[in-house]
């Protein structure tokens, strides 16, 4: 068979493309049939945690790359109305809901990133997203989330007292996820990449780790170490003509 000539075989949808906890992405070989789609983070203790820090959009990306996390999704919170929708979400905020196993990484993590991806003196929006929607709230469930976050916002008002940190911090309520079409919108804005792990269809795409992941890497907004090794990983898989990326 000519090395260039892509192959395509029942086998290979039994590779299986993960992401190690450790970063490390690596290709494995299940050696039974019946652990081939198998979900590893079905017996996972997971926590959930909320935060809205300007267009639910970027959000996703900023969190879905993280060691730990296992699944993102995009939705509203933070307001009163019930059933928000995008065109009225009413008196809520863009969020992202994040899935994380907390033996992998701490609630001080995520809180580290939320202050470093985002301008949370900006009043009224974030860059060109002007409006209410936008606004910065990190949403706690119980007290020590909820002194936790109290402590990050004191330590991010003392680095400068030119202006004020605009952060609300909110008992976590009803999350309402948002239309299909804003899950994952990075990564959809990618056709190779959506191609790269077989075209999942939406149910399959919002539950999905390696989908949540990838839609970092396409903004961009994946650590520089985890961004690097997912494009060595990808150059490598299309060397070989590997037809589809899968996660068990
Ligand atoms: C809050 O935390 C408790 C305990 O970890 C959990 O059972 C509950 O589902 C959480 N609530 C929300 C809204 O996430």
């Not at 992401?19 to 290709?27: E, T």
């Not at 996972?44 to 296992?70: D, H, I, M, Y």
């Not at 033996?103 to 939320?114: A, E, N, P, S």
């Not at 985002?118 to 949403?139: K, L, T």
């Amino acid at each position: 068979m000519k090395g260039d000539l892509v192959v395509l075989r029942l086998g290979f949808v039994l590779l299986s493309f993960v992401l190690m906890a450790g970063g490390v992405l690596s290709i494995r070989l299940p050696d039974r049939i019946s652990e081939a789609g198998k979900d590893p983070t079905m017996n996972q203790p997971l926590k959930t945690a909320v935060f809205a820090l300007g267009s639910f959009w970027r959000s996703e990306a900023v969190f879905g790359c993280l060691n730990g996390v296992v699944r993102t999704t995009v939705g509203y919170a933070g307001g009163a109305k019930t059933n928000p929708e995008f065109r009225s979400l009413g008196d809520h905020a863009e969020c992202v809901q994040i899935e994380y196993d907390p033996k992998l990484v701490h609630f001080r993590q995520l809180l580290d990133i939320f202050w470093s991806s985002h301008d949370s003196r900006q009043v009224f929006g974030q860059g060109p997203d002007v409006g209410n929607q936008y606004r910065s709230i990190i949403f706690t469930n119980g007290t020590e989330e909820a002194r936790l976050a109290a402590v990050s916002k004191e330590r991010e008002q003392t680095k400068s007292r030119s202006s004020i940190v605009t952060t609300q911090i909110q008992q976590l309520g009803t999350f309402y996820p948002a239309e299909p079409e804003h899950q994952k919108f990075e990564l959809k804005r990618n056709p190779f990449l959506l191609q790269l792990i077989g075209n999942l269809p939406e149910e399959e795409l919002a539950r999905s780790s390696l989908a949540a992941k990838l839609n970092g890497y396409a903004a961009e907004l994946c650590p520089p170490n985890i961004q690097r090794q997912i494009d060595v990983k990808i150059d490598d898989i299309l060397k070989k003509g590997w037809p589809i990326l899968r996660e068990v």
